[in-house]
């Protein structure tokens, strides 16, 4: 599958993926986000994606389901000038919103585009419907 995003989208750098409809649904305390999965909806199916900014994060986050109950979060900040990722659809990967679509692996890896280097990729795990993100 492709993330599809107009030119416009990408000169203005303008991400795909939006912030939580229910803020309350995530807290940072102590170098660890935790977030409810019973009030974030987003994260309900596979490539579902949240970014957590602000509430004194040290780094905005992309958090992403993946297949199963396989689990994704990224310090959300491109290798190249520092523009925000999406999850592209069926693949595993995120990719830059700007024009040079850096794409980067599950592992913050890059793979192709503008970058010359890999993202951070938070340690993060579910237990009893909430997910726990180290930043
Ligand atoms: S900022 Fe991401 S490719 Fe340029």
Known sequence: MILKRNIFQRLLGICATKKPA?????????????????????????????RLEGKNLPARILVVKGDGDTWHAFKNRCAHAGRRLDPVPGTGQVQCCSVGKSTYDADGNILSGSARKGIVAFPITEKEGRLKIGV
């Open 22 to 50: 229910d803020e309350g649904c995530w807290t940072f305390e102590a170098g660890t986000v935790t977030v409810d999965l019973a009030r974030a909806p987003e994260l309900a199916q596979p490539d579902g994606a949240l």
